[in-house]
């Protein structure tokens, strides 16, 4: 999970802290910090839980990720085409998962359908 520049930005000042005071409190340059905010580095993320520490508030707001899937590796999703894509392709997958299913209707070995997709 990536800590978003302008969010980092808006968290550190909402603290009324600056970019020196962060710095040293996370051991970092102030360059580093700057260059965290203009989005020109990533912070790594071992960074994650001592900068969300540090400015008071909780590492999903910083990444943007919902606390529910903070555990999956999230790629961002710039636009609405390329969302659209990733939908399709869930569907398709979700259509061919159902197709296997039918074929095993009325077998021994049926298992919960739920708990199938859960897993697959």
């Known amino acids: 999970m ?9 968290a550190r000042k909402a603290q009324n802290m600056s ?7 996370l051991k970092v340059t102030v360059s580093t910090i700057s260059n965290w905010e203009r989005k020109e580095y990533i912070p790594d993320e ?19 990720v919902p606390p529910n899937v903070s555990s999956v590796d999230v790629k961002q999703i ?3 085409e390329e969302e659209n894509i990733l939908l399709q392709r869930l569907m398709k997958s979700f ?3 159902v197709q296997e299913k039918e074929k095993n ?3 021994d070995s049926q298992e919960s359908w739920e708990e199938d997709w859960k897993n697959s």
């Open 2 to 10: 990536q800590i978003k520049g302008d969010v980092l930005r808006s």
């Open 19 to 25: 970019q020196e005071e962060l710095a040293l409190e």
């Open 46 to 64: 071992r960074y994650n839980q001592p900068i969300a520490r540090a400015l008071d508030v909780s590492v999903h707001k910083l990444t943007g």
């Open 78 to 80: 710039d636009t609405y």
């Open 95 to 97: 259509e061919q998962f």
């Open 105 to 107: 209707i009325g077998s």
